[in-house]
């Protein structure tokens, strides 16, 4: 079980048809699998920037995102191990990096994302660096 709390603020830096806004955001976890707080910043630079996650209609949009993360790790099952009884561990880093670079298209409703993450160690004989990519999709219904 996991009881999260996240907070996400938008910047309007410049407003027109070639905006950028700025996303500051920060969280905490806590739980039996997780227990963490993060902070971070994302950047969107594009062409007819809507909100980010509230539904509004508009125009083609296409933006450029990137961002940086930090997270300060306390606890983590997969790396540490079962919680109650003595097993097999990794052991976590207490912080972990993560910087990401991506694009996205909204055309009305629909949306495509597309991101490259690069996230730093997360448990001690880990690689350096753990690059992955997500691709995801998303319809949004009006109320």
């Known amino acids: 079980m996991i009881l999260r709390y996240e907070q996400r603020l938008r910047g309007i830096v410049s407003d027109g048809p070639l905006s950028v806004d700025v996303i500051p955001r920060w969280a905490a976890n806590v739980g039996n ?3 963490d707080a993060e902070v971070g910043l994302q950047t969107r630079v594009g062409w007819h920037l809507r909100h980010p996650w509230l539904p ?3 125009p083609f949009e296409i933006a450029v995102v990137a961002g940086a993360s930090g997270r300060v790790v306390a606890r983590d099952l997969f790396l540490d191990g ?9 052991g976590h ?3 972990v990096g993560s910087g990401e670079l991506g694009v996205e298209v909204r055309v009305r409703w629909l949306s495509l994302a597309y991101r490259a993450v690069n996230d730093t160690r997360s448990y001690i ?3 350096k660096w753990h690059p ?9 219904f009006e109320r």
């Open 56 to 58: 509004v209609n508009g």
């Open 82 to 90: 079962n919680t109650f009884r003595a097993n097999h561990d990794v």
């Open 33 to 35: 699998v997780s227990t």
């Open 93 to 95: 880093e207490a912080f």
């Open 132 to 140: 992955w990519a997500s691709m995801v999709g998303g319809v949004t």
């Open 125 to 127: 004989n880990g690689p």
